[in-house]
């Protein structure tokens, strides 16, 4: 694999998760903070408009209009739309400062922690994660996709590359301590790289926990769409917690209970995320794998003994 030579650090690709914002505004009055030496950092906030009135989007959500197609379509001219061909053509592979590497910063509602959400699990991405999860516990590692899924969103723009989801808090709240804890995170991200660069990744743990998507669930509704059912007191804030065949998952408004029915322990996510009932999620459904580290880790190393 070559160098990593420009990584672009996002905030603002949802307008009221202001974590990420606020960073890049940091980092754009002291831009001495995400520069390395065998790379260049850039920022950008991602949906300007958006962040001007406060709101997750103007017209549609950014996150979703990365579809190559998509990209590719002049009929789409909605301002996300358009914003999304902007950031592809400056940080896409042909773009005018092509990025190796994308951080996308995001926060939520739910009780997410500190989430690192992969879209693929190269060499790279997987060291990268596991190197974060050697040095923060805390930080926990989602597959976002399977394989054959083509994904829209902002960090698909290159191979490399991460979401960082932090929570819980609210909307348009900034949060000293997940602040703190964000701008950590991106500092260990960008040490990372650099010593990748060098050809002196750290050495990780063997095997690490990921929680890979497999599917969504909506809440119970009714024949005109209406929600039914809360999600279940028992599970709120229990993101990353295993749910057990036969436990609550929702509590109608009358207080009847609607046990989880499948057949296996899962582990939910995105746990009733305020940005999600609009798209009829009230959770994501996780399943918990060891992934083994080491000999990727060792492909790494051979390959970086190979670049120039």
């Not at 950031?87 to 005018?96: K, V």
Request: with cysteine.
């Amino acid at each position: 694999m070559s160098k990593i030579k420009r990584v672009a650090i996002v905030g603002g690709t949802h307008g009221n998760e202001v974590t990420g914002i606020y960073l890049v505004k940091k980092f754009e009055r002291s831009p001495h903070l995400i520069q390395r030496p065998s790379f260049e950092s850039l920022t950008l906030i991602a949906n300007p408009q958006a962040c001007a009135i406060g709101k997750r989007y103007v017209d549609t959500d950014l996150n979703r209009c990365f579809h190559r197609q998509d990209l590719a379509n002049p009929d789409l001219t909605s301002y996300e739309a358009q914003q999304a061909k902007i950031i592809y053509q400056t940080f896409g592979l042909q773009g005018s400062q092509p990025a190796d590497f994308v951080i996308d910063l995001h926060s939520s509602t739910a009780n997410m922690g500190l989430s690192i959400i992969l879209g693929n699990e190269n060499l790279l991405n997987l060291s990268l994660a596991a190197y974060l999860t050697s040095i923060n516990p805390k930080v926990k590692i989602l597959y976002s996709t399977s394989q054959k899924q083509v994904r829209p969103h902002l960090d698909s723009i290159c191979e490399f590359g991460c979401t960082l989801e932090v929570g819980a808090v609210a909307q348009n709240v900034l949060d000293a301590t997940l602040f703190q804890e964000t701008e950590a995170i991106i500092h260990a991200i960008l040490d990372y790289l650099e010593s990748y660069n060098q050809g002196k990744t750290p050495p990780v743990k063997d095997t690490i926990n990921v929680y890979h998507s497999i599917e969504t669930i909506d809440y119970p509704r009714n024949e005109l769409g209406e929600i039914q059912a809360m999600i279940h007191p028992q599970l709120q804030f229990q993101d990353y917690q295993p749910l057990h065949p036969g436990e609550p998952m929702f509590l109608t408004f009358d207080g009847k209970e609607i046990n989880y029915e499948g057949e296996a322990t899962v582990y939910p996510v995105f746990i009733n995320e305020a940005a999600y009932y609009e798209k009829g999620i009230a959770m994501c459904i996780t399943q918990l794998s060891d992934k083994n580290v080491n000999s990727q880790q060792s492909t790494v190393n051979s390959q970086q003994s190979t670049v120039n």
